[in-house]
Nanobody
Framework: QVQLVESGGGSVQAGGSLRLSCAASGRFFSSYDMGWFRQAPGMEREFVAA????????NYADSVKGRFTISRDDAKNTVYLQMNSLKPEDTAIYYCAGRRAYSGAYYLAANYDYWGQGTQVTVSS
């Protein structure tokens, strides 16, 4: 069983930056693809970014491309989401997710087995 714990959320003004962290328990973190999703009030959960087990492949939603960067440190069992040039529309609860490698489309929440509790990000104009 894998447990994921997010941290780093908070409130920031538009144009600012935040770095989210997701610490994973368990022995097999390096074999898992990891992703970040977000959910705004009244909206469905949406894909933000994903990184594959080796770190060689990274993918982003069009809405965050060029502003957000996903990375992982397998020695620390941690995945990060660096968020720059934040906009009010980035306001949401951000969730970390994990799955075994090669488990289907990386942008579908249903293809992830493990989820964190979420961390709130609020961007004011």
């Amino acid at each position: 069983q894998v447990q994921l714990v997010e941290s780093g959320g908070g409130s920031v003004q538009a144009g600012g930056s935040l770095r989210l962290s997701c610490a994973a328990s368990g022995r097999f973190f390096s074999s898992y693809d990891m992703g970040w999703f977000r959910q705004a009030p009244g909206m469905e959960r949406e894909f933000v970014a994903a990184i594959n087990w080796s770190g060689a492949s990274r993918n982003y939603a069009d809405s965050v491309k060029g502003r957000f960067t996903i990375s992982r440190d397998d020695a620390k069992n941690t995945v990060y989401l660096q968020m720059n040039s934040l906009k009010p529309e980035d306001t949401a609860i951000y969730y970390c997710a994990g799955r075994r490698a090669y488990s289907g489309a990386y942008y579908l929440a249903a293809n992830y087995d493990y989820w964190g509790q979420g961390t709130q990000v609020t961007v004011s104009s």
